[in-house]
């Protein structure tokens, strides 16, 4: 489901702007690089592939991909924080938005020069192959499609679970939430905000890792400029569910995802504009977002 | 055990304090009162951290501190009650006292420090798993001083803790604050309500635009002709 890889890059937008008010645009490009992590993990460390069927990777090969891919994405993530955003915390806001944007550019560039520009093959799943891998280029249907799109879901409802875990059962979670909520104060607890901050990015990386892996068994490509659209999609998802809240992330995300392969089924050309349409009305009627709180732009 | 040294504090280019010599006994409740904006916070700010001195020295159990950042000086035993409470109100009222003893990692001592600031504050225990951002003023004061002892700080910073709370609020909270020290912690304590703080005060610091206009013995601030028409409301 497109709406599951959704709620998880939004997580890491809604998350990172819950602790700095900072809209993370080069959220979507670490998602970008957690799938080509994913992809050349696969090809060199020769992860489980099914017998005799070198495009075809086991669920074990899937998990380890992502297992990779997301401690890959939480590095880059914490490094964007500390070379980027760190540095700019008592600037004002819209320098470090410009700088995200910034960031984000030459994830994208800088991606196409390393991995080209072209999109790369990405392994199927096991037990998602239709009989012929080339009759099923280009939208498929059947049972084989189903099947890989309720793995994508079991895997991102677990992982929104382990979150929601970490951030009322831990800690560091609960630091976490009091960060986003005063910083100063939480910095009287003894909490290093720093490393809550830093924390809060490798989290949020490491799920954006997940989902590009995700996106690649579901797709069957990957291409360097793959964060682009799928990071406006995740970001808008996250303003509807109510920006700083996780579960309205999930819930954003989902809407998003199960509108858009609604409105595709019937109208391809149409289903951006139409989904858009649903958002911005959806804002319209509640400007906070559905889980969002009124109080939540007082800082 | 505490001890501000020619302390000057800027924010920006505006100048907050200027050379500011202020000292804390182990033991003792001091108070620093003065009108709004003579730098009563930023003087607890500089202490926790918040604020870098431009000049001057902060110093705590003879090591320097000024400079450090606040969730190192919270680890060697200096807390805080910031002014206006700020509690975390999307937390729960044990999930604020989690926080306050954030730097601790001996579940005994905790749990029985919790059970202090319950003895003390018997509505938060009642209220324990209730939102933050749910209590009343009153109630959310009570969690900041909460919050604030569960690091068991050596030394307790109060800001205008008595600020919008109801007369009969203002004397439990003053009574608290006694107790307080009377179990060991050395306070220093800020307020607008100049009489109340200098009768459980042993000294007081009187600032005015930034500098230290008189310290005394509370005693002999109270008594003190000039401090009952300028802060006392005679
Ligand atoms: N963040 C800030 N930026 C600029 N100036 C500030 C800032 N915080 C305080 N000031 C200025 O510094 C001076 C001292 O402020 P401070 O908050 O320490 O006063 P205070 O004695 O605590 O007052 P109050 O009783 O109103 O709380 C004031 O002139 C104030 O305007
Ligand atoms: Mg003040």
């Given at each position: 489901m497109l709406g599951s890889i959704y709620a998880l890059i939004a997580l890491g937008y809604t998350m990172v702007y819950g602790v700095l008010r900072l809209i993370n645009f080069a959220h979507g490009?670490?998602?970008?690089?957690?799938?080509?992590?994913?992809?050349?993990?696969?090809?060199?460390?020769?992860?489980?592939?099914?017998?005799?069927?070198?495009?075809?990777?086991?669920?074990?090969?899937?998990?380890?991909?992502?297992?990779?891919?997301?401690?890959?994405?939480?590095?880059?993530?914490?490094?964007?924080?500390?070379?980027a955003y760190r540095p700019l915390r008592r600037a004002p806001r819209l320098t470090a938005l410009i700088t995200a944007i910034g960031v984000s550019m030459l994830l994208e560039y800088g991606g196409q020069l390393v991995f080209g520009t072209t999109k790369q093959d990405y392994p199927?799943?096991?037990?998602?192959?239709?009989?012929?891998?080339?009759?099923?280029?280009?939208?498929?249907?059947?049972?084989?499609?189903?099947r890989v799109d309720v793995i994508i879901l079991v895997?991102?409802?677990?992982?929104?679970?382990?979150?929601?875990?970490?951030?009322?059962?831990?800690?560091p979670g609960k630091a976490m939430r009091a960060v986003a909520f005063d910083r100063e104060a939480?910095?009287?607890?003894?909490?290093?905000?720093?490393?809550?901050?830093?924390?809060?990015?490798?989290?949020?990386?490491?799920?954006?890792?997940?989902?590009?892996?995700?996106?690649?068994?579901?797709?069957?490509?990957?291409?360097?400029?793959?964060?682009?659209?799928?990071?406006i999609k995740a970001f808008v998802a996250a303003v509807v569910g109510g920006i700083g809240s996780i579960p309205g992330a999930a819930l954003g995300g989902l809407i998003m995802g199960l509108s858009e392969e609604a409105v595709r089924a019937f109208y391809p050309e149409l289903a951006d504009a139409v989904v858009f349409g649903v958002l911005i009305l959806i804002l319209v009627l509640r400007p906070c977002g559905l889980i969002g709180s009124q109080t939540a732009e007082k800082v | 055990?505490?001890?501000?040294?020619?302390?000057?504090?800027?924010?920006?280019?505006?100048?907050?304090?200027?050379?500011?010599?202020?000292?804390?006994?182990?033991?003792?409740?001091?108070?620093?009162?003065?009108?709004?904006?003579?730098?009563?916070s930023t003087t607890l700010r500089t202490i926790s951290g918040l604020v870098r001195p431009r000049r001057g020295r902060v110093r705590f159990m003879d090591k320097d501190i000024s400079g450090l950042p606040p969730h190192e000086v919270v680890r060697l035993g200096i807390s805080q009650s910031p002014e206006g409470r700020r509690v975390f109100s999307n937390l729960s009222v044990f999930e604020n006292l989690e926080m306050g003893a954030y730097v601790r990692s001996d579940p005994e001592g905790?749990?029985?420090?919790?059970?202090?600031?319950?003895?003390?504050?018997?509505?938060?225990?009642?209220?324990?798993?209730?939102?933050?951002?749910?209590?009343?003023?009153?109630?959310?004061q009570m969690?900041?001083?909460?919050?604030?002892?569960?690091?068991?700080?050596?030394?307790?910073?109060?800001?205008?803790?008595?600020?919008?709370?109801a007369p009969f609020l203002v004397r439990e909270i003053f009574g608290i604050i006694t107790d307080i020290r009377s179990k060991g912690t050395t306070v220093l304590l800020v307020e607008q309500n100049a009489r109340q703080a200098l009768s459980i005060a042993d000294r007081g610091y009187v600032l005015e635009t930034g500098q230290v206009l008189i310290s005394d013995t509370a005693e002999e601030l109270l008594a003190s002709e000039m401090i009952q028409k300028a802060y006392l409301g005679e």
């Open positions: 490009d670490v998602y970008m690089v957690g799938a080509f992590i994913g992809l050349y993990a696969w090809r060199y460390l020769g992860l489980p592939s099914e017998e005799g069927q070198a495009q075809v990777v086991s669920t074990a090969g899937l998990l380890l991909m992502m297992l990779i891919a997301m401690v890959g994405a939480a590095a880059l993530g914490v490094l964007i924080e500390r070379v199927w799943l096991a037990g998602t192959v239709p009989s012929s891998i080339g009759s099923a280029a280009g939208g498929s249907s059947g049972i084989s499609i189903d895997i991102a409802v677990l992982l929104v679970v382990v979150l929601q875990i970490i951030v009322h059962g831990t800690r939480a910095s009287l607890m003894g909490i290093n905000t720093d490393t809550i901050i830093a924390l809060t990015f490798i989290v949020g990386s490491a799920f954006a890792g997940a989902a590009g892996v995700l996106v690649g068994v579901r797709n069957h490509y990957v291409e360097p400029l793959m964060g682009l659209t799928a990071g | 055990m505490l001890d501000i040294q020619d302390v000057e504090v800027y924010y920006g280019a505006i100048q907050a304090l200027y050379a500011i010599n202020v000292s804390v006994q182990e033991g003792e409740i001091v108070t620093l009162i003065g009108a709004n904006g003579a730098g009563k905790m749990a029985s420090d919790l059970e202090q600031v319950f003895g003390l504050f018997p509505r938060l225990r009642e209220r324990a798993k209730q939102g933050a951002g749910t209590l009343s003023g009153g109630e959310q969690l900041a001083i909460g919050r604030a002892l569960m690091s068991r700080p050596k030394l307790l910073l109060l800001d205008e803790p008595s600020l919008g709370l």
